[in-house]
């Protein structure tokens, strides 16, 4: 595999004359007057979901320059290793191998995972391991004696499955409580564990590593608090889901469910991680949701590149953030059972994209993951549209809105697609006042991605679109999208700091930071 960072490619500069000469001056009120065909030209279907394209600021030749770019940069066979399980995670030296979790048992692509001896061994795992996992959770389902389930985790470990959960609300046992407990704030656990009775409920100490300071605190807390109220049976109050089985036992553990190195804790929800939504939608719903993702995954892996809406989205965010200088991108979803969804995007392209090196460790001279953050729709409206319509920033905005409602209140879901659609065209058209205050600049960009109705298989679908994305624009960029270095030194400091905290030795600290650690101790 030949992989060539982007900015070495021909078509990189090919690109920045094209955005000096067309693409800074694009206007699509201008594009769709122009273009009859702009609408069919930039939409698309992919698995469980319709893109519609056409409001971004992109020409039929930037896209064709875009397609080049990936061309050149060797996306594809970057693509094809990773779904080969190579090590493509050169700095941990692991394979990325979350989109095998999805394969259905007898899968045509799992021929191609062979390529590496490790995964070759532990694959024949996965449906065993998940098998075990949805039984379990068929079990917990079926015991009406337990009400309560707590999932003990934080990062990978707590945004997909809480997401998730509610997400598929719609789906969900009722008589089955889901908390979720991930930071080491204790007001968190402490809040939850109020309102607990320690016979009817079910921890899940959910880490990949098993050492993570801030669930190993909250899990040491939560089986104290279990055995101060008399409870004795662990194997039925307490399951472990992670890779470290062996430390899960050692902290008294039995029911354990794990996983490999080769599953990203931000690519973790289709593991045992995934185990509270499986809890909440039953195995059948669970197994639709790694459908939903593995059609996504062939999507992905055999669309020619013109139709490849996981390749065209990455693209587009290598052109908003490297050409038009973009730094942030607005995800609305329209549908609050996405509330989470932003959050879980912060960490699946900040974590996996945030770097400042490329996978050689050579500094980019060119910026790189663009911020993530956004609130559903309508509440955003009524809090920071104001500044995506007239401020000094353009912020791409990736519009989610959800055909189908599972309510019977029509009125309020014609209100709420009608917002969207108005957004997405208010952003776009603008509205000229020569009073400056009234004045809406227009030509903002935005993509729609619209789906039929928001099941497991097309939330499935729809996580999987935003990973490969990610995927996508980290290749091009010649990053390592698989580790995060970039956490290590806050956990190693914040060790250094507490024995501080506790002892008031402020020796060889910086004085903003010796002042405030003599304020909280006074
Ligand atoms: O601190 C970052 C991180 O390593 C994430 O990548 C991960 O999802 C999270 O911590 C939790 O890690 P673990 O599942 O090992 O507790």
Do not use: C
């Not at 931000?266 to 499986?278: D, F, K, T």
């Not at 038009?324 to 932003?342: Q, W």
């Amino acid at each position: 595999m030949t992989r060539i960072r982007g900015d070495r490619t021909p078509a990189w500069s090919q690109l920045q004359a094209h955005y000096q000469n067309v693409g800074q001056g694009l206007d699509l009120k201008e594009a769709f007057a122009q273009d009859a065909q702009r609408f069919a030209r930039f939409s698309q279907n992919a698995p469980y979901i319709f893109a519609d394209l056409s409001k971004n600021l992109l020409d039929t030749q930037a896209q064709d320059l875009l397609l080049q770019l990936a061309q050149q940069s060797g996306v594809l066979e970057h693509r094809d290793a990773m779904f080969a399980g190579q090590a493509i995670n050169n700095t941990e030296q692991r394979a990325v191998g979350h989109a095998l979790l999805r394969n259905p048992p007898v899968a045509p692509t799992d021929r191609a995972w062979s390529a590496t001896e490790n995964i070759a061994n532990e694959r024949t795992l996965v449906h065993p391991t998940l098998d075990a996992m949805l039984a379990f959770s068929e079990t917990v389902r079926a015991d009406t004696g337990i009400t309560d389930v707590v999932n003990i985790g934080i990062g990978g470990s707590d945004l997909g499955p809480q997401m998730a959960v509610l997400a598929l609300d719609a789906f969900a046992l009722s008589g089955k409580r889901l908390h979720f407990v991930s930071n080491v704030d204790g007001h968190e656990l402490a809040a939850v564990l109020k309102h607990l009775k320690v016979g009817s409920t079910l921890f899940l100490i959910a880490s990949k590593t098993f050492t993570t300071i801030e669930t190993m605190t909250n899990a040491h807390s939560a089986k104290a608090w279990f055995t101060a109220q008399g409870g004795t049976d662990t194997a039925r109050h307490f399951a472990a889901l992670t890779t470290n089985v062996a430390a899960a036992k050692a902290f008294g553990i039995s029911t354990t469910f794990g996983f490999w190195d080769w599953v990203g804790g931000r690519y973790s929800v289709w593991s045992a991680i995934g185990l509270p939504l499986a809890i909440a939608i039953g195995a059948t719903g669970f197994r639709d949701f790694l459908a939903g993702a593995h059609a996504m995954d062939e999507h992905f892996r055999t669309a020619p590149p013109e139709e490849n809406l996981p390749l065209r989205l990455g693209l587009l965010d290598v052109w908003y953030r490297n050409f038009h200088g973009f730094t942030s991108r607005s995800i609305a979803p329209y549908h609050s059972a996405l509330r989470r969804f932003p959050a879980y995007l912060q960490q699946l392209e900040m974590e996996s994209n945030g770097k400042r090196v490329d996978a050689s460790g050579e500094s980019l001279p060119f910026g790189t993951s663009p911020v993530l953050w956004g609130e559903p729709g309508t509440n955003g409206q009524h809090a920071y549209y104001q500044m995506l319509h007239q401020g000094t920033d353009v912020v791409p905005v990736e519009f989610i809105a959800v055909k189908k409602a599972r309510h019977s209140l029509p009125v309020h879901h014609e209100l709420l697609l009608s917002n969207v659609l108005a957004q997405a065209q208010a952003l776009m058209v603008g509205k000229v006042d020569a009073g400056g205050h009234k004045h809406f600049p227009g030509n903002r960009p935005s993509t729609f991605l619209l789906l039929d109705d928001l099941t497991p298989a097309s939330l499935g679908a729809l996580i999987a679109l935003q990973e490969h994305r990610v995927f996508v624009s980290g290749s091009i960029w010649g990053i390592n999208s698989f580790d995060q270095w970039g956490v290590e030194l806050g956990k190693v400091l914040a060790k250094d700091v507490q024995a501080r905290l506790v002892s008031g030795d402020a020796s060889g600290l910086d004085a903003s930071t010796a002042g405030l650690l003599a304020r909280l101790r006074s």
